[in-house]
């Protein structure tokens, strides 16, 4: 799994050399923010590897799904102020809270957000919707009004990708939905009527009263 994104780095780490010796150092700058990413990517995947070994899940606590959004807006934003995308908020006033790994469930909204922003690319007007919910579950919903989703079926799959070699190595949602099944939850995804995609990740919510409602729908 690690091999993957190794070779792409080696991949960005020549293009960046070839773009400095020609002089075009902003070219540059977004390879090593690449290799930057894919870095990121294979702590996560370590990260997982890691905590599978163990077993324990001592990284899982209570998080407020509302900090995650903030926290990974807040990671994403070089790559959001480097385009004109319209992001649109819901959150609830309330926490919602769920059990997990603090950072690989940010992981998750960040891949999210990073497919959304690709996806939207060529779209005129480019909008993301981040809405998080709190019903049986907690919800939070991702939806861009981009290219829309090509196949629906190998979506999830390792190394699907419909992205040029370096743009993309086919592993965010492998990962994400690994992840987000680790919690208990889900993550689907849909096109929506108008164009543009919808991701919709459901955890769990923390609570006594879920817990209760859990256990007697077992
Ligand atoms: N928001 C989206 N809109 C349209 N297609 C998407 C979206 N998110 C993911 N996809 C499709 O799923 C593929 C796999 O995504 P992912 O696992 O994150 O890998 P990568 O982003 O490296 O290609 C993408 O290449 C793209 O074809
Ligand atoms: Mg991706």
Known sequence: ELNQPLAAMKTYLAGARLLLQRRRPEEALSSFQRIDDLIERM????????SYARKGGEAFEEVD???SVSSALAMMEPQLKARVVKINRGIPRHPVMVTA???????????????????????????ID????????????????GQGITDLDSLFEPFYTTKKPGEGVGLGLAISSGIVTDLGGRLTARNRDGGGAVFEMQLPLVGPDHAKKQEAAE
Not at 107 to 113: G, K
Not at 130 to 145: C, E, F, G, W
């Open 43 to 50: 702590g996560a995947i370590t990260r997982q590897l890691k």
């Open 101 to 127: 790994d603090r950072i690989r469930l940010e992981q998750v909204i960040i891949n999210l957000l990073r497919n959304a922003l690709d996806a939207t690319k060529t779209t005129v007007e480019p909008q």
């Open 65 to 67: 799904l509302r900090a």
């Open 130 to 145: 981040i809405v998080l919910q709190a019903n049986d579950a907690a919800v939070l919903t991702v939806r861009d009004n």
